[in-house]
Structures are given as C-alpha cells and as structure tokens.
C-alpha cells in the first residue's frame, strides 16, 4: 500500500466535490488501498478550513467536523515535525515538506503550486491528478 501526506487543501476538496482526482484519492483512503499520514498540525489546518463560512454552502458544521474526525481515524497519525527548513516559496507550506519527508512517504500529495513548482523535492509533491496517475 502506497503511504501519503494529503495537502488539507486536497482533502477539502475531496469532501466538497465526490468527482475528480481528490475524492478519488480519499475513495482510496477508504478502501484501504492508500495509506494517509497526518500529524496535528495538518488536522488543525484542516479543521480550520472547513470551518469559515464560505464551505457552508458545502457542508454543515457537523458534516466538515465530522469528516475531520474521520481523517484523523483513518490516518497515520505522528508528532508534527521539530524541525522545519525553508523549502518552498511559502513558509506556511513548509511544515508539509518536513512532515512527508519524516514520515517516509512516497509523496507529498498537492495543488498547491508552491509546492508543486519545487525543484527536485523529497519526497516528490505530485498533483492529485498524478497522484491517481502514479499510485494506482
């Protein structure tokens, strides 16, 4: 089974839209067939997202604290990285960068193109489009 770090921002959009390549990706998580990792950082992120306003068009309250519950279930958790290196245009980012690589994933799993414009990155930042592409 392939291990993942799914950006917050690929798991909000697998919760809002049940096509395309982020809700396959957490159809997988589902299914047993991808191995998410997730720390506390990530899930606050998360969590933090799903609660302004604009996804209540979406999603009930409930419903995104709901799934952010159940991402936190089905994922590995571990401690947020210690030590986190500048490695992308965003610092806010960054902390995405050191926990995939601590965690010893196959890829960082992003749209974001701060993160995904990285030269040589470690582990890889693919798109969830090549996500689905590479990992199935």
């Known amino acids: 089974m392939e291990r993942v770090v799914l950006d917050p921002a690929v798991l909000v959009s697998a919760l809002i839209s049940p096509a395309g390549p982020p809700a396959a990706l957490w159809r997988a998580v589902l299914d047993d067939r991808l191995e998410v990792f997730v720390c506390p950082h990530l ?65 960082l799993v992003s749209g974001d193109g701060d993160l995904t414009k990285m030269v040589d990155p470690d582990p890889p930042v693919l798109t969830p489009a090549q996500a689905v592409d590479r990992l199935f």
């Open 43 to 107: 899930l606050a992120e998360l969590a933090g997202v799903l609660e302004r306003p604009k996804f209540r068009g979406y999603v009930t309250i409930e419903e995104a604290r709901a799934f952010v519950t159940e991402v936190a279930r089905r994922g590995r958790t571990l401690a947020d990285p210690v030590d986190v290196p500048r490695a992308s245009r965003d610092p806010s980012d960054d902390y995405l960068v050191a926990f995939a690589r601590e965690a010893g994933v196959r890829a």
